[in-house]
């Protein structure tokens, strides 16, 4: 090999002769997985759904748990990432690692699963952000107009509108550049840091008696009589029980699971070793153990039966047990953590924290529905069309256009049908199932190319490690379906002998469709002159 | 890289100087960079880099922000192909195209040129015909953190026919004061220029003008060394080597 001069002092090898600068490093990847975790959702549903419908479970536990298993799969995906550094998330490893079709057909009903969970981000913004924080900041200044506007927005087409405005914001942000989107996330995200920073020295040094004193005087709310109420009306009080602990983990999982996305924008992550793996697994430990704090803090602050006795009541729809009432909002950790404060400053330190943390999760869901597109449109079995870039914008604005624009119909079918497809988590559990299988079976079926990887290097007794974390990941992912088709309260099964789910129609036609589309456009491809299969046998150059 | 037979330099320079001159006549201004830049700029150079045996090698364009458009353009008229996945992730600041008549690659960078420091070439685009000024060329090459042997030949190349200060005709020295100015802003590219530098000194890349090479190097250094510091310079060195500071680049991967 040719002498080098290197200032690095990292041993002699080939220069990358016409290197890029990328735009996302370690610190812009752990800022995106730790977005699409959202802290805030993670906590508002583990604190809202936890002690209310699992009485029994250790919230923290189940979180711990559920970033037990989502750090062997983000093992998985940091090897996918560095075989294939490139974007469009988890069809590049299925389509080179297992099957063209199936890839695309399993990550178009991801795409649609992604863009369902982002308007239900943005549902949450309204709901557990803007309606909350118009409520309780109402409440604590005794504003009557704050109060009507947070009932208003919490109405079909406050959601609808504000939840489409988040949406829209998003796009036309991925639009103006990922390096300028990498940059806002930058800055909400060291927003939100200290905005939770502010919100664990209120709960950690707010009493129980302080919280009780606030609750009755800003709600009229009795603290033991939320608890005798929802008593009467069925709430059982439980003791802590590791099976129902277990059970609940889906829970705290369904955020986490955002924990490995940045696979999705693989191109776009410079030094994709390092990036990665810190960006990855970073994520997943720190949110893991923030959100699994939360409910320590939460127990401290609100009590464990009240804040189940409290939820209970409000999904029960017993209003005289609950602040909807008086408050105009549910009881979500935000408005029990505002009542807390009394304050309207800290009240909307804590408002504004969450909905940045909610936010989070709108723009990146659909920055990588938009990099599969954009991947599908490469490999020939999407209209080209779909991977244009913008001369004037330089990104990728049809594809990022479409992902808003179905982001905005499920927008429409939450707000108005008030529709919760819980199951569809099953679907994507088992897409990406299948990208376990695909890494279980890679280093057997595409040996050159997983040899000429930097995955081929780490080994535990000669066994890739990467087999080692697909077959635990799979594991995982086989409990993680199991509870929830048993589990009519988290999801429920997609179908039965008696009963076919929406959810299940829903992705059987997404399946037919993506079938159909898939066969004849390698077909018409073909007509063309053109082998859309030779893309998915190419080995990389040397 | 999985490489065919390289064009030859004949095709390399016609396309190149084509592209130029097609560009200056739609209104645009495009240079030359990189080491098809170094053997336009003086034939010299590209003398010196044929008896050291340096391949003929791709086509490295700068152009302005706002001719982007009409560059794509141009060399999508010409048969050039851009790649898309580049297109995806530079977002506007690079530009990558392959000819498949011909088998050449060509990069186009915006504004500047962004590897392991940045050079701003925007303002000086246009003060050369052809090629960006002669100290850009020689900069793009100290600015490398691992340079490879053909990188300091070209380095030597330019050293080795361009002397250090005043010419005869402007362009045809290399400005001491431009570098050692550019520099004295930038304690992390001085770090890597100078270091680069001082090797070369030490092993001017078997150049058989060694003795002129040493001589200018030397030259170069000691104005390097007596431009004053900015603060910022001043505070960053107090970090030194502790920082990193350098810019990762990464490879270009093939898109599988």
Not at chain 1, 513 to 532: E, H, M, N, P, S
Not at chain 2, 17 to 38: C, D, F, K, P
Not at chain 2, 149 to 170: F, K, S, Y
């Amino acid at each position: 090999m040719a002498q080098q001069a290197d200032l690095t002092g990292r041993g002699v090898f080939s220069r990358p002769a016409s290197g890029l600068i990328r735009v996302a490093g370690s610190a812009d990847v752990f800022i995106y997985n730790v977005g699409l975790v959202s802290v805030g959702i993670a906590i508002a549903l583990n604190q809202y759904y936890g002690p209310s419908l699992y009485p029994g479970a250790g919230v923290w536990l189940s979180t711990l748990l559920a970033a037990l298993g989502m750090l062997a799969i983000a093992a998985t995906f940091y090897f996918w990432s560095v075989i294939f550094p490139r974007s469009g998330g988890v069809y590049v490893s299925l389509s080179r690692g297992l099957s063209p079709g199936f890839a695309f057909v399993g990550s178009l009903v991801e795409t649609v699963i992604l863009l369902y969970y982002a308007a239900f981000a943005a549902s949450l913004i309204v709901k557990v952000g803007l309606s909350s924080f118009l409520a309780t900041v109402g409440v604590v200044a005794g504003n009557k107009t704050l109060l009507d506007w947070a009932a208003s927005t919490a109405e079909p087409t406050g959601v609808f509108w504000i939840g489409t405005a988040s949406l829209v914001l998003a796009g036309v942000l991925l639009a103006t550049g990922t390096r300028r989107y990498f940059s806002v996330q930058k800055v909400l995200f060291a927003l939100a840091v200290a905005g939770t920073v502010v919100l664990v020295a209120v709960m950690l040094l707010g009493s129980r008696g302080t919280f009780k004193a606030n609750l009755h005087k800003l709600t009229g709310l009795d603290y033991a009589g939320v608890v005798a109420t929802a008593k009467q009306n069925g709430y059982v009080t439980g003791s802590f029980n590791l099976a129902t602990s277990i059970k609940f983990l889906v829970f705290p999982l369904l955020p986490l699971l955002g924990a490995v996305q940045s696979i999705g924008i693989g191109g776009e992550v410079k030094r994709v070793r390092r990036s990665q793996l810190f960006g990855m697994l970073g994520a997943v430990v720190a949110t893991g153990v923030l959100i699994a704090l939360f409910d320590g803090l939460a127990a401290k602050a609100f009590g464990y039966e009240f804040q189940g006795a409290i939820g209970f009541n409000s999904i029960s729809g017993i209003a005289e047990g609950s602040t909807e009432a008086s408050v105009g909002a549910s009881p979500w950790f935000t408005v029990l953590a505002g009542i807390l404060t009394s304050n309207v400053v800290l009240a909307t330190v804590i408002m504004a924290t969450f909905v940045a943390w909610i936010w989070f999760w709108i723009p990146a869901e659909l920055a990588y529905t938009t990099r599969t597109m954009i991947a599908w449109s490469f490999d020939r079995i999407a209209p080209d069309r779909l991977g244009h870039v913008s001369e004037r914008f330089h990104t990728p604005v049809v594809a990022i256009g479409l992902s808003t624009a179905g982001a905005v119909v499920f927008m429409w079918l939450i707000a108005y049908r008030n529709i919760a497809f819980l199951s569809l988590i099953e679907a994507l559990v088992v897409v990406w199932g299948a990208a376990m299988v695909a890494a279980i079976l890679f280093p057997r079926t595409r040996r050159e190319l997983f040899q000429a990887s930097p995955a081929a290097g780490s080994r535990i007794g000669g066994v890739p490690v990467m087999v080692v974390t697909a077959v635990l990941s799979l594991a995982f992912f086989a409990l993680v379906l199991f509870l929830l088709w048993n589990d009519p309260i988290a999801a429920g099964p997609m179908f039965t002998l008696s009963h076919v789910s929406r959810e299940f129609w829903i992705v059987l036609g997404i399946v037919v469709f993506g079938v159909a589309w898939f066969l004849g456009t390698r077909a018409y491809r073909r007509r063309q002159g053109i082998d859309v299969d030779l893309a998915f046998r190419q080995i990389p150059i040397e | 890289m999985g490489e065919g037979p390289r064009p030859g330099w004949a095709a390399v320079h016609d396309e190149a100087v084509a592209l130029v001159a097609e560009a200056a006549a739609r209104g645009q201004v495009l240079r030359l960079v990189g080491s098809t830049g170094i053997r336009l700029h003086c034939p010299p150079a590209a003398a010196a880099l044929d008896r050291l045996g340096r391949p003929a090698k791709d086509i490295d364009l700068v152009c302005r922000h706002e001719d982007r458009k009409g560059m794509r353009r141009l060399l999508e008229d010409r048969g050039w192909q851009v790649d898309r996945d580049l297109l995806v992730a530079m977002e506007g600041r690079r530009y990558a195209f392959h000819h498949p008549g011909s088998g050449l690659e060509l990069d186009v960078f915006v504004d500047r040129m962004e590897f392991c420091h940045t050079i701003e070439l925007r303002d000086r685009l246009a003060a050369r015909e052809l090629t960006v000024p002669v100290e850009d060329l020689l900069l793009q090459k100290l600015q490398i953190i691992r340079q490879t042997v053909t990188d300091r030949m070209d380095a030597a190349a330019l050293l080795a026919t361009h002397p250090v200060g005043e010419a005869d005709q402007p362009g045809e020295a290399i400005d001491p004061a431009y570098v050692a100015g550019l520099l004295a802003r930038d304690w992390g590219f001085h770090h890597t220029a100078t270091a680069n530098l001082a090797a070369l000194r030490d092993d001017p890349a078997g150049n058989g003008s060694a003795g002129t090479v040493r001589g200018r190097i030397d030259a170069l250094l000691g104005a390097i060394e007596a431009a004053p510091k900015s603060v910022r310079w001043r505070a960053r060195s107090r970090v030194g080597e502790r920082m990193q500071w350098w810019q990762d680049v990464d490879e270009r991967e093939a898109v599988y």
